[in-house]
C-alpha cells in the first residue's frame, strides 16, 4: 500500500538550486529507509542519498557531497531533497524509492537499488550550462 509521488522537478541554469519532495503514504512500520535516485539517459541507475529513520541518520552518494541535503518533514509524509550547485552532470530523472520491515544493518544496503521495494514515477531534472 505503500505510494510514493515526487514532484519539483524542473529546468535550471548551472549553479542554481531545486528542491525535490517526495510524498509518502501507507506506511505500516514506523522505521523505514527512503532513498533518492537517478536515473540519466544510457546510464545505469545511481543513488543520490537517503534517509532512516532511527535516529534520522542520512547518507549521501559521492558526488553529491556536499551540495545535496535529505531530510523529512515533521508529520514524516514529505522527504526533502535539497540540491543545490547543480551541474549539467546532475541532469537525470529522479526517483524517490523506500524499503520497511527489515532487520539488516542499514548501513551495508543503502546504496543498493535492488535493496528497496517501493518506488516512485520519478520527477526530470535538466540542468543546463
Known amino acids: 500500500q505503500v505510494q510514493l509521488v515526487e514532484s519539483g522537478g524542473a529546468s535550471v541554469q548551472a549553479g542554481g538550486s531545486l528542491r525535490l519532495s517526495c510524498a509518502a503514504s501507507g506506511f505500516t512500520y514506523n522505521t523505514y529507509v527512503m532513498a533518492w535516485f537517478r536515473q540519466a539517459p544510457g546510464k545505469e541507475r545511481e543513488v543520490v542519498a537517503a534517509f532512516y529513520t532511527e535516529g534520522g541518520t542520512t547518507y549521501y552518494g559521492d558526488s553529491v557531497k556536499g551540495r545535496f541535503t535529505i531530510s523529512q518533514d515533521a508529520a514524516k509524509s514529505t522527504v526533502y531533497l535539497q540540491m543545490n550547485s547543480l551541474r549539467p552532470e546532475d541532469s537525470a530523472m529522479y526517483f524517490c524509492?523506500?524499503?520497511?520491515?527489515?532487520?539488516?544493518?542499514?548501513?551495508?544496503?543503502?546504496?543498493?537499488?535492488?535493496?528497496?521495494?517501493?518506488w516512485g514515477q520519478g520527477t526530470q531534472v535538466t540542468v543546463s550550462s
Open positions: 524509492a523506500a524499503r520497511q520491515g527489515f532487520s539488516s544493518v542499514v548501513a551495508r544496503w543503502w546504496d543498493r537499488e535492488s535493496e528497496y521495494v517501493d
